[in-house]
C-alpha cells in the first residue's frame, strides 16, 4: 500500500478538491448550468483522476454495482465510492447504506452528493441525516457536498464541502467554492474589471 489509510483519505480528499475544477464541464461566459448527466460523468473523472494519480486502479458499476470501486494492484479494495443526484435525507437515497455494509472491506469510502441551501434547514437535515445513515461506525465515511440554490428550476452551486463521518460524528474538514470562476487568483476567476482595476 501507499501509505496508511488515513494518509491515503487525506490524500484523496485534497486531490477530489483539486480536479473538481479541471476540465470542469461549465464555464461562466458560455455554459453557466449543467445537466445531471454531466454531473455524473464529471464526478467519475475526477474519481478516476484522484486513483490514478495514487497509483491505483477504479472500477466503475461493480462489486453490487457500486458506482465506483478504487483498488490497488493486489486486487484489494481501497475505497467505495457512490455518488447521488438526489439529496441524502431523501427516501430514493440508499447509497450510504449500500457503503455502510461493505464499510469493513475497504480503507474508506465516499459519499458524494448535493444539499440545498435556503432559510428552513434543508443542508442541516443532510448533515443529520448522513451522520444517523453511517451510525456509530468507526470506518470513516468522506462526504463531499456540492451545496447548490435554487435558481428557477437549476442548481445554482455554491460551495464544495468536504467532511468525514466517524464514531457517530460528522465533522468539516475542507469547503471551497463549488464553481472554479469563484476562486481568488486562479486562471479561471472572473471579476468585474471595475473590481480588478482598483
Not at 501509505?3 to 464541464?25: A, G, H
Not at 427516501?91 to 459519499?111: A, P, Y
Not at 448522513?130 to 461506525?137: A, D, F, R, V, Y
Request: charged share 30%; glycine share 6%; with cysteine.
Amino acid at each position: 500500500m501507499l501509505s496508511e489509510p488515513k494518509l491515503l483519505q487525506q490524500d484523496f480528499i485534497t486531490l477530489f478538491n483539486v480536479f473538481w475544477y479541471r476540465d470542469f464541464p461549465l464555464t461562466k461566459n458560455y455554459k453557466d448550468f449543467g445537466s445531471r448527466a454531466e454531473w455524473t460523468t464529471h464526478i467519475g473523472i475526477c474519481v478516476r483522476s484522484c486513483a490514478d494519480l495514487l497509483g491505483y486502479f477504479t472500477y466503475f458499476e461493480s462489486g453490487g454495482r457500486t458506482d465506483a470501486i478504487i483498488k490497488d494492484n493486489q486486487g484489494f479494495d481501497v475505497a467505495h465510492i457512490e455518488w447521488e443526484w438526489w439529496q441524502a435525507d431523501s427516501d430514493k437515497v440508499n447509497e450510504i447504506k449500500k457503503l455502510h455494509k461493505k464499510r469493513k472491506n475497504t480503507d474508506f469510502s465516499v459519499f458524494i452528493s448535493y444539499s440545498k441551501l435556503d432559510n428552513i434547514g434543508s443542508h442541516e437535515r443532510n448533515l443529520k441525516s448522513i451522520e444517523k445513515q453511517w451510525g456509530k461506525s468507526e470506518e470513516p465515511l468522506v462526504v463531499f457536498l456540492i451545496t447548490f440554490l435554487r435558481a428557477k428550476n437549476l442548481r445554482e452551486f455554491y460551495d464544495l464541502e468536504t467532511y468525514i463521518v466517524r464514531n457517530g460524528k460528522i465533522k468539516k474538514v475542507r469547503s471551497q467554492p463549488a464553481l472554479p470562476w469563484d476562486v481568488r487568483g486562479t486562471r479561471w476567476e472572473i471579476r468585474n474589471t471595475n473590481e480588478i482595476m482598483k
